[in-house]
């Protein structure tokens, strides 16, 4: 059964950092493609980044360029996000997926003073 | 402010029909496939289309996708209450580098 598992998020302050893992099983990590979405509250879902496989490509919405990093470690079947210079607007519910077809329930970053 | 562009609700009565309408551009729903997830706010999305028209294994054959130029729809047929919840569109955008979400769509069974 594959499975995704979240987890790092939590409350930090404007301007902070934080790195979220995503933790993989029941599937060849390196085989897929990978990314995370996000849900804002009262907002809909949002694409903020993807990586390859390999994880030698990797692709960013404009809204987190810059900003954010993702990467992976295929020898842990984990994925990584990154996050630096958080704003309040980064407040949301962080999802990992395997392209396409299994996400994991999310984990919750809450960017406040 | 997403380029993918959805109606905000859709509503029916159990047994109905609903359509789901996704509008975008030559850029994306254009020249891509488009994909379809359910979500319930607090859970995974679901994954229900992809390739404009095919249904991974295990989305009921009541979801239907199709694809008409710029635009793509999702039909919910014989609609059941479980299927409350919101639906969004998704593809590839070549002049953003990036995939893009619909702005979400509602859907109620009265």
């Known amino acids: 059964e594959v499975q995704l598992v979240e987890s790092g998020g939590g409350l930090v302050q404007p301007g902070g950092s934080l790195r979220l893992s995503c933790a993989a099983s029941?599937?060849?990590?390196?085989?897929?493609?990978m990314s995370w979405v996000r849900q804002a509250p009262g907002k809909g879902l949002e694409w903020i980044s993807s990586?390859?496989?390999?994880?030698?490509?990797?692709y960013y919405a404009d809204s987190v360029k810059g900003r954010f990093t993702v990467f992976r470690d295929n020898s842990k079947n984990t994925l990584f996000l990154q996050m630096n210079s958080l704003r309040a607007d980064d407040t949301a519910i962080y999802h990992c997926?395997?392209?396409?077809?299994?996400w994991g329930r999310g984990t919750l970053v809450t960017v406040s003073s | 402010q997403s380029v993918l562009t959805q109606p905000p609700s859709a509503s029916g009565t159990p047994g109905q029909r609903v359509t789901i309408s996704c509008s975008g551009s030559?850029?994306?729903?254009?020249?891509?496939?488009v994909r379809w997830f359910q979500h319930l706010p607090g859970t995974a999305p679901k994954f229900l289309i992809y390739?404009?028209?095919q249904r991974p294994s295990g989305v009921p054959d009541r979801f239907s996708g199709s694809k008409s130029g710029t635009s793509a729809s999702l039909a919910i047929s014989g609609l059941q209450s479980e299927d409350e919840a919101d639906y969004y569109c998704?593809?590839?955008?070549?002049?953003?580098?990036?995939?893009?979400f619909g702005t979400g769509t509602k859907v109620t069974v009265l």
């Open positions: 029941g599937f060849t990590f390196s085989d897929s493609g």
């Open positions: 997926g395997k392209h396409w077809d299994c």
């Open positions: 990586i390859t496989g390999s994880g030698d490509g990797t």
């Open positions: 030559s850029s994306n729903i254009g020249r891509k496939p």
């Open positions: 998704a593809a590839w955008d070549d002049n953003l580098n990036g995939h893009v």
């Open positions: 390739n404009n028209t």
